[in-house]
């Protein structure tokens, strides 16, 4: 038998409840003991004075700044997501942002055209009450061979030391955005469907966590799927409802 939505109208989710977020992460800190037992390893592999240390940068978003600055007990958030244009693209973008080695420990302001994605992760750090992103593009110098071979063999600590990592699975490429953050839509981002049928409210459901990930860009790359497995907090951002998980 097959049915037909009659009189139907599209019930579309909210903007996320990023301040619901925060008390998630609050509680998982004050219960999880798993949560936080990377940080300790962390800190016992990569010794303060080492390289790794020495060449490690964050965005303060509310400065805007790309800053050096030692990730030890830093409270940062780390974005994994897809670059999406070519590495000649981002270059451009990045030629003026980021820290070189004759200015490795000054502050540096961010462009002031940002990829979508990295712009509205740095708006949903501010509504966590994070004031640090780290994310690669301006975070590493791809210039750099020496810095860049050095924060990549250590990419496990960084998002294992991260308060929480936003994972950007959703469309093809860092202009994609994180649906729902800085009043972001697209029409691809699939809506409920509500009819009343018999006395009841009929909805359709949302994708799930799967289907949100398995068929994305971002699940195909191994590099980007190791990152959201190596975090111990996520914040799934795949073009439904957000989802957060942690463990």
């Known amino acids: 038998m097959r049915g037909e939505f009659l009189d139907g109208w599209p019930a579309t989710f909210p903007n996320p409840n990023l301040h619901l977020v925060k008390e998630w992460i609050l509680e998982c800190e004050q219960v ?3 949560c936080s037992e990377g940080n300790e390893a962390a800190e016992t592999v990569t010794p303060s004075n080492s390289p790794y240390y020495r060449s ?3 965005i303060d978003v509310r400065k805007r ?5 030692s990730p030890e007990n830093l ?3 780390a974005l994994s997501y897809v ?8 270059l451009s973008i990045q030629k003026d942002s980021v820290c070189t080695k004759a200015g490795a420990n000054m502050n540096t302001p961010l462009p002031s055209r940002l990829p979508k994605t990295i712009d509205d992760a740095m708006t949903a750090c501010l509504a966590l009450g994070a004031d640090y992103l780290w994310a690669d593009l301006f975070c590493i ?3 750099d061979s020496e810095e860049k ?3 990549l063999s250590c990419m496990g600590y960084t998002y294992r030391r991260a308060l929480l990592t936003i994972v950007a699975t959703y469309g093809n490429g860092s202009e994609s955005g994180l649906p729902g953050i800085n009043g972001h839509y697209e029409t ?6 509500r009819v009343h049928i018999g006395g009841f409210d009929m909805i359709t459901g949302l994708p799930t966590l799967s289907d949100q990930i398995v068929d994305s860009i971002w699940a195909e790359r191994g590099w980007t799927f190791q990152e959201g497995l190596l975090a111990k907090r996520c914040l799934i951002f795949g073009g439904a409802e957000p989802v957060f998980l942690c463990g």
């Not at 700044?65 to 600055?69: A, E, T, Y």
């Not at 691809?188 to 469907?193: A, Y």
Request: hydrophobic share 35%; net charge negative; charged share 20%.
């Open 188 to 193: 691809e981002i699939p809506s409920q469907i």
């Open 32 to 34: 999880h003991q798993t």
């Open 83 to 90: 670059w999406g244009l070519s590495q000649e693209e981002y």
């Open 141 to 143: 110098d791809q210039n």
């Open 75 to 77: 409270r940062y958030i």
């Open 65 to 69: 700044l790309v800053i050096s600055i």
């Open 56 to 58: 490690f940068r964050v």
């Open 149 to 151: 071979d050095v924060q």
